[in-house]
């Protein structure tokens, strides 16, 4: 059934970091006071990306809340994809912007 819903899953995976690896790194740049955002911002999606991969195989199992999760992180990772593209064209342009600083700008 997964298979029916998801049939981009049926395409091989590249090889990621484990998933403990990729939770250990991103403890580790929580604790950095200037942690980069594209270096965050991938390692969230790779997360994410995982949780789903392992939500989608079980999903036989689960019940109509964790579906209804499971909407929700497919719903942010396709938001965080979108920011880390504009982010992307950005950096292209010449521009470093920080997204989770543009709220402490103030335009003169």
Do not use: C
Request: no cysteine.
């Amino acid at each position: 059934m997964a298979e029916q819903l998801f049939p981009q899953l049926e395409r091989p995976l590249p090889q990621l970091p484990s998933l403990h690896y990729t939770l250990y790194a991103y403890r580790e740049e929580l604790r950095r006071r200037d942690a980069p955002f594209m270096k965050m911002s991938t390692i969230k999606l790779h997360l994410t990306d995982n949780l789903i991969l392992q939500t989608i195989k079980n999903i036989r199992q689960y019940d109509t809340i964790e579906i209804m999760n499971l909407n929700r992180e497919i719903v942010f990772k396709r938001k965080l994809y979108r920011q880390m593209r504009k982010v992307r064209k950005l950096e292209k342009l010449g521009l470093n912007i920080d997204p989770r600083k543009l709220n402490e700008v103030q335009w003169q």
